[in-house]
């Protein structure tokens, strides 16, 4: 690991450590089309995991991802790079009496054996690890993925931030597309953060996972069209219900899937040939 690489992961986890008690107050957002996105994230993800499944949720924060799929799977491990949002997510499963795993540590180098896990599931924090660490991290979740077991990640869509600069989730944690970075405002103690962000293009996670020996099935567009319109048009319920409509019986379809504000991705570890 690089000085510079190691430097950015410090800068992560203190700037999480600071916000990790209001951090659900700053997630999702306000607004209608906030709760689409995050609603459109979280189906994602339990439409594709099963009661036998064991999974692991990489990054993830206080559990927003993970407590959902406790929910529904048959074994969960939360793994974050910080502490404090550990803590967090382990309280809120002891109170729904959720049995959750929770491990500290590095997404470059999981401490996890071989085969260990039917579904890896990654929502935002790919996109605060070091561009260096990508490929690392891949090849990680590959490595503990059973065959035929799945990535569901998902991520910022480099394509849509070649267009437009427009923060269409949440209101507090802006994307400052230019200097690549998430910046953390209002903070309950008056302090900006800002932390090194990577966003991902379609072609960008084809060959992160074809490098790595994965074979991705399904590339989704978040809010595929609702990204492209202004507020005052998706203020019109019967408007805003259609594009929504719309939305989810086009959203997996190109070009349009590679057009959405995130993007939401499938991806299998090939069976062991017979």
Same mark, same amino acid.
């Given at each position: ?100 795993? *929770? =491990?500290?540590?590095?997404? $470059? #180098?999981?401490?996890?054996?071989? /085969?260990?896990? %039917? &579904?890896?599931?990654?929502? !935002? ?34 394509? *849509? =931030?070649?267009?437009?600069? $427009? #923060?269409?989730?949440?209101?507090? /944690?802006?994307? %400052? &597309?230019?200097?690549?970075? !998430? ?47 202004? /507020? ?43």
């Amino acid at each position: 690991m690089t000085t510079h690489t190691h430097r950015q992961k410090d800068l992560i986890a203190d700037i999480y450590h600071r916000i990790a008690s209001e951090y659900d107050d700053r997630i999702p957002g306000f607004t209608a089309l906030d709760a689409t996105f995050s609603d459109t994230e979280i189906s994602f993800v339990l439409d594709r995991v099963g009661p036998e499944d064991q999974v692991l949720d990489l990054g993830c924060g206080t559990g927003r991802i993970t407590l959902p799929v406790a929910r529904r799977a048959g074994s969960v491990t939360g793994f974050d790079l910080t502490g404090s949002m550990l803590e967090q997510a382990a309280r809120k499963a002891g109170e729904e009496n959720l049995q959750v795993r *929770f =491990e500290q540590g590095d997404m $470059a #180098d999981l401490p996890f054996p071989d /085969d260990s896990f %039917d &579904v890896v599931v990654s929502v !935002l924090a790919l996109m605060h690890v070091p561009p260096a660490d990508h490929p690392a991290v891949f090849a990680e979740i590959r490595r503990v993925l059973r065959p035929g077991g799945r990535l569901l990640l998902g991520v910022k869509n480099a394509v *849509f =931030e070649r267009f437009s600069s $427009a #923060d269409r989730f949440a209101t507090v /944690d802006i994307t %400052d &597309v230019e200097n690549k970075e !998430l910046v953390f405002t209002g903070t309950q103690g008056g302090a900006e953060f800002r932390a090194p962000w990577h966003s991902f293009s379609p072609d960008d996670l084809k060959r992160l996972t074809a490098v790595a020996g994965l074979v991705p099935v399904t590339i989704r567009g978040n809010i595929p069209i609702s990204a492209w319109l202004a /507020d005052s048009v998706l203020d019109n319920g019967d408007l805003a219900g259609a594009v929504r409509t719309l939305e989810a019986l086009l959203g997996d379809l190109p070009p349009l899937n590679h057009l959405g504000y995130h993007l939401l991705v499938e991806a299998v570890k090939p069976a062991v040939p017979s």
